[in-house]
């Protein structure tokens, strides 16, 4: 499967984006995903992940109560609203698919299927 992110860019402190995920090449419910962060140095983590057919999340506790992950598996697109935006928040967002895990994988060594990423940045 193919996975193409983007709605990454530059907001203030408080404001929200909305990144989206789009898969093509593959059957889409067939596979958990997942949101990752990554900032120089650092590892990539994970920000949020979805079950297959999106009954079970699971958000990380930094962004609980502030990002929100979903699919839609009719246009085969997983998405993640992410509200109260602190500069904290910045870095490059990438979406990831696995279809050899079920629920809702949370390291990134579970996944197969990675995009490109995207810049989220966050001013203060």
């Known amino acids: 499967v193919q996975l193409q992110a983007s709605g990454g860019g530059t907001v203030q402190a408080g404001g929200s984006l909305r990144l989206s995920c789009a898969a093509s090449?593959?059957?889409?419910?067939?596979?958990?995903m997942g949101w990752f962060r990554q900032t120089p140095g650092k590892e990539r983590e994970v920000v949020a992940s979805i079950s297959r057919r999106g009954g079970s999340t699971h958000h990380s506790d930094s962004v609980k109560g502030r990002f929100t992950i979903s699919r839609d598996n009719s246009k085969a697109t997983m998405y993640l609203q992410m509200n109260s935006l602190k500069p904290e928040d910045t870095a490059v967002y990438y979406c990831?698919?696995?279809?050899?895990?079920?629920?809702?994988?949370?390291?990134?060594?579970?996944?197969?299927?990675w995009g490109q990423g995207t810049l989220v940045t966050v001013s203060s």
């Open positions: 990831a698919a696995t279809n050899l895990k079920l629920g809702f994988p949370k390291t990134a060594g579970e996944y197969q299927h």
């Open positions: 090449g593959g059957t889409f419910e067939n596979y958990a």
